[in-house]
């Protein structure tokens, strides 16, 4: 009988899965099931398309089904969800959207990648036509077709997070007159103060109104016969007007179809996996969003639903669903983004995360320029790092300033990675040019500044 493997979800996780399982064992049967209407896209681009920036939308596909069979043979089947994953008898049940038809499928192997859903807001009138979260390939379809048919003047964002940050840049750069809502005092829970700050200004800097520390109480919305929109935001901070809402409040792990089949959480209310991503159920393995990761520097498991984390996490499950040994060790967090003219990056623990995890923790801040200073467009680069002052181990790093802020921090995501400490760091032979960097790379002049600092009281002398 020949193998059959079955993929579920389309996104990252899941066609990395199915195209690594056909290449470890070409005679298997690879099917991938998808709800949506694509898979292998670049969700991560559509702020972008929505901004005009990338003009096609067939850019966005890497696959199509079409080319998903011919060039990695393997089946997909979109606008198809499985409902159900049946372990006892290895089957999956199956409805396809377009017939509304149910079928079961057998498999010997099982991974599921059904990634993460969007948070809501929870109030009336956020199933309005002009209500948006930006989760799949088909919420940024509707996002853009709204704006180009509508021409919306105002819009309101509520979260300022990720998503949040690229959708403000997105709607300003269309001459949208945007606000954000953000539950707390700053934006980007998890960064330090001072990048969380920046980011503030950075917003304030180019037209968008920052409103902290607010609640949504209600929706307003207006209904005429065939079209239904809000026009108000009501909070407890007043009341705002909006032509276009976007709701960027965070995602979830996407757990139904495991939970329903009995399939083992972690601590995070994520599906829990070992290195080989192997569920505690046989022949099911999982990968992606819905599941957890252990974090590389405090060896605890932790919810981090990145395209790069799922995409590596399912060549492994695809590996050993088809008979493989492959292992994903996890990860350390390595998160950038664009905010405007200002670049940030994320690697690693935050101060507030080390000190939970019972680190003795040190901060230090270190202000130096992307290029040589005397050089055109050189502009300021901040490096925030987070040390041990036992072991002396970077833990975790912001970045916040002009160019080459991601490039930095990937270089400081290795340090972290392989547990330098920062007189590793401070030795580091690393490029000079002065159209690229000083003499002195901000990197190494932190971790000489961060020498100096473990020498202070509390610390250990060099």
Same mark, same amino acid.
């Given at each position: 009988?020949?193998?059959?493997?079955?993929?579920?979800?389309?996104?990252?996780?899941?066609?990395?899965?199915?195209?690594?399982?056909?290449?470890?064992? +070409?005679?298997?049967?690879?099917?991938?099931?998808?709800?949506?209407?694509?898979?292998?896209? =670049?969700?991560? @681009? #559509?702020?972008?398309? $929505?901004?005009?920036?990338?003009?096609?939308?067939?850019?966005?596909?890497?696959?199509?089904?079409?080319?998903?069979?011919?060039?990695?043979?393997?089946?997909?089947?979109?606008?198809?969800?499985?409902?159900?994953?049946?372990?006892?008898?290895?089957?999956?049940?199956?409805?396809?959207?377009?017939?509304?038809?149910?079928?079961?499928?057998?498999?010997?192997?099982?991974?599921?990648?059904?990634?993460?859903?969007?948070? *809501? $807001?929870?109030?009336?009138?956020?199933?309005?036509?002009?209500?948006?979260?930006?989760?799949?390939?088909?919420?940024?379809?509707?996002? !853009?077709?709204?704006? @180009?048919?509508?021409?919306?003047?105002?819009?309101?964002?509520?979260?300022?997070?990720?998503?949040? #940050?690229?959708?403000?840049?997105?709607?300003?750069?269309?001459?949208?007159?945007?606000?954000?809502?953000?539950?707390?005092?700053?934006?980007?829970?998890?960064?330090?103060?001072?990048?969380?700050?920046?980011?503030?200004?950075?917003?304030? %800097?180019?037209?968008?109104?920052?409103?902290?520390?607010?609640?949504?109480?209600?929706?307003?919305?207006?209904?005429?016969?065939?079209?239904?929109?809000?026009?108000?935001?009501?909070?407890?901070?007043?009341?705002?007007?909006?032509?276009?809402?976007?709701?960027?409040?965070?995602?979830?792990?996407?757990?139904?179809?495991?939970?329903?089949?009995?399939?083992?959480?972690?601590?995070?209310?994520?599906?829990?996996?070992?290195?080989?991503?192997?569920?505690?159920?046989? %022949?099911?393995?999982?990968? =992606?969003?819905?599941?957890?990761?252990?974090?590389?520097?405090?060896?605890?498991?932790?919810?981090? +639903?990145?395209?790069?984390?799922?995409?590596?996490?399912?060549?492994?499950?695809?590996?050993?669903?088809?008979?493989?040994?492959?292992?994903?060790?996890?990860?350390? !967090?390595?998160?950038?983004?664009?905010?405007?003219?200002?670049?940030?990056?994320?690697?690693?623990?935050?101060?507030?995360?080390?000190?939970?995890?019972?680190?003795?923790?040190?901060?230090?801040?270190?202000?130096?320029?992307?290029?040589?200073?005397?050089? +055109?467009?050189?502009?300021?680069?901040?490096?925030?790092? &987070?040390?041990?002052?036992?072991?002396?181990?970077?833990?975790?790093?912001?970045?916040?300033?002009?160019?080459?802020?991601?490039? *930095?921090?990937?270089?400081?995501? &290795?340090?972290?990675?392989?547990?330098?400490?920062?007189?590793?760091?401070?030795?580091?032979?690393?490029?000079?040019?002065? +159209?690229?960097?000083?003499?002195?790379?901000? $990197?190494?002049?932190?971790?000489?500044?961060?020498?100096?600092?473990? #020498?202070?009281?509390?610390?250990?002398?060099?």
């Amino acid at each position: 009988m020949r193998r059959r493997i079955i993929v579920i979800g389309g996104l990252a996780a899941g066609p990395s899965a199915a195209s690594k399982a056909k290449r470890v064992n +070409p005679s298997a049967e690879v099917l991938l099931f998808e709800q949506g209407e694509q898979i292998s896209y =670049g969700i991560c @681009e #559509m702020p972008y398309y $929505i901004a005009g920036l990338i003009k096609e939308r067939r850019k966005l596909i890497v696959f199509t089904p079409e080319e998903f069979k011919e060039k990695r043979g393997v089946i997909a089947k979109v606008h198809h969800r499985v409902e159900q994953v049946i372990p006892g008898k290895r089957k999956v049940v199956v409805r396809d959207l377009a017939k509304d038809d149910v079928v079961e499928y057998d498999y010997e192997k099982a991974i599921i990648a059904t990634g993460s859903k969007p948070r *809501r $807001i929870n109030l009336h009138g956020e199933d309005s036509q002009n209500v948006f979260v930006l989760k799949s390939y088909d919420d940024g379809m509707r996002i !853009r077709e709204w704006i @180009e048919k509508e021409s919306p003047r105002k819009a309101v964002i509520v979260g300022g997070g990720y998503i949040g #940050m690229e959708m403000a840049e997105a709607l300003t750069t269309l001459d949208i007159e945007t606000t954000m809502l953000h539950r707390s005092e700053l934006p980007m829970v998890g960064l330090e103060l001072e990048t969380r700050k920046s980011v503030v200004e950075q917003l304030r %800097n180019h037209g968008v109104y920052f409103v902290p520390a607010v609640s949504v109480k209600s929706l307003a919305r207006e209904s005429r016969p065939g079209k239904s929109t809000v026009t108000r935001v009501i909070t407890n901070k007043g009341t705002y007007d909006c032509d276009l809402l976007i709701l960027s409040l965070g995602v979830e792990p996407n757990v139904d179809v495991a939970r329903g089949a009995g399939i083992a959480l972690g601590v995070t209310g994520a599906i829990r996996v070992d290195e080989m991503q192997r569920t505690r159920t046989d %022949n099911v393995y999982a990968a =992606g969003d819905c599941c957890e990761v252990k974090n590389l520097v405090n060896d605890k498991p932790m919810y981090l +639903p990145l395209a790069t984390v799922a995409s590596k996490a399912g060549w492994v499950a695809g590996e050993n669903a088809a008979g493989g040994r492959a292992v994903f060790k996890g990860a350390i !967090r390595a998160i950038a983004v664009k905010v405007f003219e200002l670049e940030v990056g994320h690697v690693g623990l935050s101060a507030e995360e080390a000190e939970v995890s019972g680190f003795d923790v040190m901060t230090e801040i270190v202000v130096g320029d992307s290029r040589v200073s005397i050089m +055109p467009g050189s502009r300021t680069v901040t490096v925030i790092y &987070v040390l041990d002052r036992k072991s002396r181990r970077l833990l975790g790093a912001n970045l916040f300033g002009g160019e080459g802020v991601a490039l *930095r921090a990937n270089i400081l995501a &290795v340090a972290i990675q392989h547990h330098l400490t920062v007189d590793q760091i401070s030795q580091l032979d690393l490029a000079y040019a002065p +159209p690229f960097s000083p003499l002195w790379d901000p $990197i190494l002049v932190a971790a000489n500044v961060s020498r100096r600092g473990l #020498m202070r009281p509390g610390g250990k002398s060099e």
